[in-house]
Nanobody, 123 residues
Framework: QVQLVESGGGLVQAGGSLRLSCVAS????????MGWFRQAPGKEREFVGA??????STLYADSVKGRFIISRDKNTAHLQLSSLKPEDTAIYYC??????????????????WGQGTQVTVSS
């Protein structure tokens, strides 16, 4: 079993930045696709981005492309959030998928999830 723990959320003004981290334990981290999702109140969980097992390939939702960057090292995945907007306010979750080679947005294919970290962007 893989355990994921996110950190780095908080309150930030519009236009600001945050860096989220997701520490993985209990599995072979380098074999995992790592994804980031978010869920705002009253909305479904949506894909933010994902990174391949070796960090060589990334995929982003159109809404965050050019503003968010995913990276990974050792046993940690990172999500750098920049140029934040109030509509980015949500609980952000990291997720892991041991079954694919390429990053993907399919929420049901991710087997392991963190507990989430709150990001709030004020206008």
């Amino acid at each position: 079993q893989v355990q994921l723990v996110e950190s780095g959320g908080g309150l930030v003004q519009a236009g600001g930045s945050l860096r989220l981290s997701c520490v993985a334990s209990g599995g072979t981290f380098r074999s995992l696709i790592m994804g980031w999702f978010r869920q705002a109140p009253g909305k479904e969980r949506e894909f933010v981005g994902a990174i391949s097992w070796n960090g060589g390939s990334t995929l982003y939702a159109d809404s965050v492309k050019g503003r968010f960057i995913i990276s990974r090292d050792k046993n940690t995945a990172h999500l750098q959030l920049s140029s934040l907007k109030p509509e980015d306010t949500a609980i952000y979750y990291c997720a892991a998928d041991p079954g694919y080679y390429s990053p993907h947005p399919w929420v049901n294919e991710y087997d392991f999830w963190g507990q989430g970290t709150q990001v709030t962007v004020s206008s």
